[in-house]
């Protein structure tokens, strides 16, 4: 077997010395290429070659989310084509890694290599759902390229959280939980549509959903993480199934304590629920279109601001070492 790991030398979580022994740990079961990204978009492009290629059999991500989210793109660049294309395996680390753990996958880098390498050895892999966002044809959106992602998209107040994220750690900050909620607390009191929201949710053969607030799409439970705590904002996403949307129209000072302790309180059972909160499961196709240009962002990569983005949902998309 031919394999290609796409390491991130600023993965928060993995030294320099752990990368040396799992690169060591791999190589010694498969013919390995290790490479080092050097810029950002690094991965999707090392992902793209190895699609392109007619020899590597397997690519590992070592890296957090946003490594991840690299690869999968660039694997995906030409459309899903499970049989065709290279295997999927990931070593998580990142500060979260939402879409490793929810494969089931340990959260230490280490002890995610060694379920890695049993797998492999037992053949054992899983074919996955992907989303894909586009900007929608006919408004001024059209033309913004397709981007996959791997387990959550949200176009609203949780992508202004990731980008106010985002520029934190440009000045220097460590990606931490205590910093999200920090930056949670400062968009909700500078949100300026939280009592009257500008996204309306349209889907084929239903009634739009309008003024919402906040929009979170999910391809899979849980949303994320904080530290070793799930958190289910759409329980019921699944890999096997299309994609779940979470709206919350109302985001007042009580609306807000209310939901965020149900999301802390969450389950596989029970998400968000009340008067409110719209919850819609399984969605082949749906558009989110917002009277004002808005944060969007895919597996907690901010990308800047949208006024209307077409999420597809497609099933069997990957296969992926589990």
């Not at 129209?249 to 719209?278: C, D, F, I, N, W």
């Amino acid at each position: 077997m031919r394999a290609l790991l796409v390491v991130n030398p600023a993965a928060t979580t993995t030294s320099a010395r752990t990368r040396d022994v799992l690169i060591h740990a791999l190589a010694s079961e498969m013919k390995l290429e290790a490479v080092t990204t050097e810029y950002r978009g690094h991965a999707r492009d090392l992902g793209r070659q190895a699609a392109e290629s007619q020899d590597v059999d397997l690519v590992v991500a070592l890296g957090g989310d946003g490594t991840v989210n690299e690869v999968v793109n660039g694997l995906l660049h030409a459309g899903p084509d499970p049989e065709r294309l290279p295997r999927l395996a990931v070593v998580p680390g990142g500060s979260t890694n939402v879409f490793a753990r929810a494969l089931g996958l340990p959260n230490d880098a280490v002890e995610a290599t060694g379920a890695l390498l049993d797998a492999l050895r037992e053949g054992s892999e899983q074919t996955v759902g992907m989303g894909i966002a586009a900007g929608t044809p006919g408004t001024e959106d059209e033309g913004v390229p397709e981007r996959w992602f791997t387990f959550c998209a949200g176009l609203g107040f949780d992508a202004g959280v990731v980008g106010r994220v985002e520029q934190q750690r440009e000045r220097g900050k460590r990606s931490t939980h205590a910093l999200y909620l920090r930056q949670v607390v400062r968009q909700f009191l500078q949100e300026p549509n939280r009592r009257h929201g500008t996204i309306t949710l349209e889907r084929p053969g239903a009634d739009p959903v309008t003024d919402l607030v906040l929009s979170i799409v999910c391809n899979t439970a849980p949303w994320t993480y904080l530290g070793n705590r799930p958190v289910y904002a759409a329980p019921k996403a699944s890999f096997d199934t299309g994609l779940d949307v979470l709206g919350l129209s109302r985001m007042s000072t009580v609306a807000v304590a209310r939901y965020a302790t149900q999301l802390l309180t969450s389950s596989p059972e029970r998400g968000p629920q009340g008067k409110h909160a719209a919850s819609l499961h399984d969605l082949d196709q749906f558009t989110l279109h917002s009277k004002v240009p808005l944060p969007l962002q895919m597996d907690g990569d901010h990308l800047g601001l949208r006024t209307s983005v077409t999420f597809t949902g497609v099933r069997r998309a990957l296969r992926v070492i589990v």
